[in-house]
């Protein structure tokens, strides 16, 4: 027997926005009327003579998933994965987008129902949830077969690749010989499924061979300092950055990424951390100015402050976060010499995970897109526009 055949199967199909479902749903009716099915408008749903039900619904933001609170569906289907922002974290503490991983929850059905459940997924590379999607997947650069298991619950994810050539629809049609006239980067995602470029990325200038290097042990003559962008919900990250003066390149040598961290735990963590670059180091840094918002009991920084960590608010203002990202830019920018100005160590897994994936705004081209997993990028901007506040002595002419 068939799902829709079964009276209690229920199927949500879901895209970031409504009107992203509107060809589905046209589409929907080729295939659901001739079975008998009914559409309601109205609940954007197909009934079937069973009384299975097929429906449409949507994420756009993190509180829509509770529009499917007390619900209970035996298949879940989502299109274009890669559009749903990575704004959260899953068990393991990996990323995930906060509504997908909200509805695996509603993944049920009675005892005896004869159901399966089922979750499958579509999507392309690129979008603000690239990075998530590619990392809970294990996908590979090239986009070949994966499959990783969840260390907490057992399930097998499965990556399944889909290229054009595999489409019996579209091979060898004028489709594929549009796809020829778009930019190299395009091509390699759309035509050959490749999951290492990013067309539309905010930091075009990204070069994996030149911004990522294996680590080393730091020289203590460098300066370090560190950024922050706090979070609870959300995850905290914590970058150390060190500079070679000589050379005028800053190294991005550690992170520190959780959520859920209360002032004490972070606090302890980072000064931790700091220790590990010895115990002489001087050490401070700059936080997201929210942390500093006395909430009656003294704010998250002055909590950590107290326990020595040094934090200072980051600047934030009207156009910060553009000049945040400006200075990310001319960091990132291949030199005369060859070399960029930025270099981040390969164990900083979530900088070089979401930074080279963070698309535009979908409104200000200008900006970043914050619906994306943006934490670590804000760390980054905020650490590279501290400004020294060390005293200094001068010679003053004409006194």
């Known amino acids: 027997m068939s799902q829709v055949e079964n009276p209690l199967h229920r199927a949500l199909i879901v895209r970031r926005s ?21 559409f309601s408008k109205q609940e954007r749903m197909f009934s079937f ?3 299975a039900t097929i429906e449409f619904g949507y994420l756009d933001s993190p509180e829509d998933r509770f529009n499917y609170q007390g619900r209970q569906f035996s298949f879940l289907g989502f299109d274009e994965l ?4 990575g704004d959260g974290q899953d068990a393991n503490g990996e990323p995930v987008n906060t509504g997908y991983l909200y509805l695996i929850s509603r993944l049920r059905s009675p005892e005896g129902s004869g159901l399966r459940h089922e979750i499958r997924a579509t999507c392309n590379p690129g ?8 990392q809970r997947w294990g996908i590979f650069d090239d986009g070949s077969a994966s499959e990783r298991v969840d260390p907490k619950t057992g399930y097998r994810r499965v990556f399944i690749p889909a290229r054009l050539k595999d ?11 549009s796809l020829d006239a778009l930019s190299l980067a395009d091509q390699k995602t759309l035509k050959h499924g490749r999951w290492d470029c990013y067309e539309g990325s905010y930091f075009s200038e990204w070069e994996p061979r030149l911004h990522v290097v294996n680590p080393f042990e730091v020289p203590g003559v460098w300066p370090m300092w560190r950024g922050a962008d706090d979070g609870w919900a959300a995850p905290a990250a914590v970058l150390w950055l060190a500079h070679d003066k000589i050379n005028d390149i800053v190294f991005c040598v550690r992170e520190l990424y959780r959520k859920q961290m209360t002032p004490e735990v972070m606090g302890d963590a980072v000064l931790r951390i700091d220790r590990e670059f010895g115990p002489t180091r001087y050490m401070d840094g700059v936080l997201d100015a929210a942390s500093f918002v006395d909430i009656g009991t003294g704010s998250r920084a002055q909590q950590m402050n107290r326990m020595g960590c040094r934090w200072k608010p980051a600047e934030k203002g009207p156009g910060s976060r553009i000049a945040g990202a ?9 030199r005369s010499d060859g070399q960029p100005g930025l270099k981040i160590f390969r164990t900083c897994t979530n900088l070089v995970r979401t ?19 943006d934490h ?22 004409g006194l």
Do not use: F
């Open 355 to 373: 930074l080279p994936a963070l698309p535009h705004s979908r409104t200000n081209p200008d900006d970043i897109d914050t619906d994306a997993e």
């Open 326 to 334: 400006s200075a990310i830019h001319a960091r990132l920018a291949i």
């Open 167 to 177: 489409n019996p629809y579209l091979a060898n049609t004028d489709y594929e010989r």
């Open 18 to 38: 409504y009107p992203m479902l509107r060809d589905m749903i046209g589409r929907s009716h080729e295939l659901y009327l001739p079975l008998g099915a009914t």
């Open 82 to 85: 890669t559009q749903l922002p």
């Open 376 to 397: 670590c990028i804000d760390a980054l901007r905020y650490s590279l526009a501290r400004r020294s506040s060390g005293a200094r002595v001068v010679d003053i002419w």
């Open 127 to 134: 979008g603000p949830g690239h990075g998530w999607v590619k």
């Open 49 to 51: 003579p069973s009384g």
